[in-house]
Nanobody, 123 residues
Framework: QVRLVESGGGLVQAGGSLRLSCAASGRTISRDFMGWFRQAPGKEREFVAGDTWSGGNIFYADSVKGRFTISRDNTKNTVYLQMNSLKPEDTAVYYC????????????????WGQGTQVTVSA
């Protein structure tokens, strides 16, 4: 069993940056496929970024390409989402998810997920 806890959210002005963390406990996630998702008010939960455990493939939603970076530190059993050049439309609750088999762009198909952290970007 894996427990994922997101942190690092907050209020930031447009153009600013935040780094989200997803700390895992229960077992190592070094061989899991990790993903970040977000859900804005009134919208469906959407895929933001994902990476393979080998680091060979990284995927981003078109809306965040060039601004967001997913990375992991296996020594800390933690995955990060660096968010730069934030826009008001990035306002959402951000979730991380882990899967043992593949990157899953449907949030609920992942094996594990966290409870989310709020990111609010003011204009």
């Amino acid at each position: 069993q894996v427990r994922l806890v997101e942190s690092g959210g907050g209020l930031v002005q447009a153009g600013g940056s935040l780094r989200l963390s997803c700390a895992a406990s229960g077992r190592t996630i070094s061989r899991d496929f990790m993903g970040w998702f977000r859900q804005a008010p009134g919208k469906e939960r959407e895929f933001v970024a994902g990476d393979t455990w080998s680091g060979g493939n990284i995927f981003y939603a078109d809306s965040v390409k060039g601004r967001f970076t997913i990375s992991r530190d296996n020594t800390k059993n933690t995955v990060y989402l660096q968010m730069n050049s934030l826009k008001p439309e990035d306002t959402a609750v951000y979730y991380c998810a882990a899967d043992r088999s593949q990157i899953r762009r449907n949030f609920y198909f992942n094996d594990y997920w966290g409870q989310g952290t709020q990111v609010t970007v003011s204009a």
